[in-house]
T-cell receptor
């Protein structure tokens, strides 16, 4: 089966940097994605790592290390609006075109 | 350029009734996924469909739950004889096809079973 573990809650100060980790157990996958969800609303796609290394998209960066079965989402210059839940996700190699999501991390940004 | 449209936004049913949740994918998208989410929890995969075909329903309970994605019209997730444990948010997502890594989600249907 697929298992993606994330810390359940993270709190950080406005303007700071925060890292949200995702550790996974899966036999093989195409890449690691990240989604943001505000207050139970529609999850929205943030980033995707097909290869090991860092991908940067504005204030958000995402990292993948397949050898360590580990990835993270890095949020810089935190803003209050970044308070949301963040999910990592994978599309495994041997299960067709399904996507499996992590347990989710609730980020609270405080003044 | 409408995104994924789900309706209703909120659905209240009494135990034993049927719930029908609708999802219209992004125009041109042929792949639809349904996920279930309980409060403070992650997105649990239920079923993956392409036009007129169920590709994978391994995450869907064998009884009372069914899904379809007809050639014309929205995808439907149907829950028969609902029980209180079915209360959850149900999200639909779509993608253009195999190999595309980005899912587009709807705003979900919050099902409450009384």
């Amino acid at each position: 089966g697929q298992s993606l573990e994330q810390p359940s809650e993270v709190t950080a100060v406005e303007g700071a940097i925060v890292q949200i980790n995702c550790t996974y157990q899966t036999s093989g996958f195409y890449g690691l994605s990240w989604y943001q969800q505000h207050d139970g609303g529609a999850p929205t796609f943030l980033s995707y790592n097909a290869l090991d290394g860092l991908e940067e998209t504005g204030r958000f960066s995402s990292f993948l290390s397949r050898s360590d079965s580990y990835g993270y989402l890095l949020l810089q210059e935190l803003q209050m609006k970044d308070s949301a839940s963040y999910f990592c996700a994978v599309r495994p190699l041997n299960t067709g075109n399904q996507f499996y999501f992590g347990t989710g991390t609730s980020l609270t940004v405080i003044p | 350029n409408a995104g994924v449209m789900q309706n209703p936004r909120h659905l209240v049913r009494r135990r034993g009734q049927e719930a029908r949740l609708r999802c219209s994918p992004v125009k041109g998208h042929s792949h639809v996924y349904w996920y279930r989410q309980l409060p403070e929890e992650g997105l649990k995969f239920m079923v993956y469909l392409q036009k007129e075909n169920i590709i994978d329903e391994s995450g869907m309970p064998k009884e009372r739950f069914s899904a379809e994605f007809p050639k014309e019209g929205p995808s439907i997730l149907r829950i028969q004889q609902v029980v209180r444990g079915d209360s959850a948010a149900y999200f639909c997502a779509s993608s253009p096809g195999v190999g595309n890594e980005k899912l587009f989600f709807g705003s979900g249907t919050q099902l409450s079973v009384l």
